[in-house]
């Protein structure tokens, strides 16, 4: 299994920015589909958008199409979570997993259980 670290989340006002980063610190995270998930209080866990990183294919839930943007750099090293014109229902633990590249040709991305690899989480808090 891959140990993930998500970063970047912190307290945003409404309409505001963040970029979330998913990153392992030893290998890269090539040929794998790359999920954001997140989760509020009392709530279950959402998809919010996926990557495949060998592709650049990406999905976004209904939700979150048009103000976020999923994409991974270079190196294969990194993914990102652009969140743009932020609302307080945005407001949750943000969590990024990897799975292998089937799981986005196979249209499994709101699946948390085919990911096998999981961060720790950061806390996304939209608020005035």
């Known amino acids: 299994q891959l140990r993930l670290v998500e970063s970047g989340g912190g307290l945003v006002q409404p309409g505001g920015s963040l970029r979330l980063s998913c990153a392992h610190s030893?290998?890269?995270?090539?040929?794998?589909?790359v999920g954001w998930f997140r989760q509020a209080p009392g709530k279950e866990r959402e998809g919010v958008s996926c990557i495949s990183t060998k592709s650049g294919s990406t999905i976004y839930a209904d939700h979150v199409k048009g103000r976020f943007t999923i994409s991974r750099d270079n190196g294969g090293n990194t993914v990102y979570l652009q969140m743009n014109s932020l609302k307080p229902e945005d407001t949750a633990v943000y969590f990024c997993?990897?799975?292998?590249?089937?799981?986005?040709?196979?249209?499994?991305?709101?699946?948390?259980?085919?990911?096998?690899?999981w961060g720790q989480g950061t806390q996304v808090t939209v608020s005035s």
């Open positions: 997993a990897a799975g292998s590249d089937y799981v986005i040709r196979a249209g499994l991305c709101n699946s948390g259980a085919v990911f096998g690899s």
């Open positions: 030893e290998f890269s995270l090539n040929y794998y589909t």
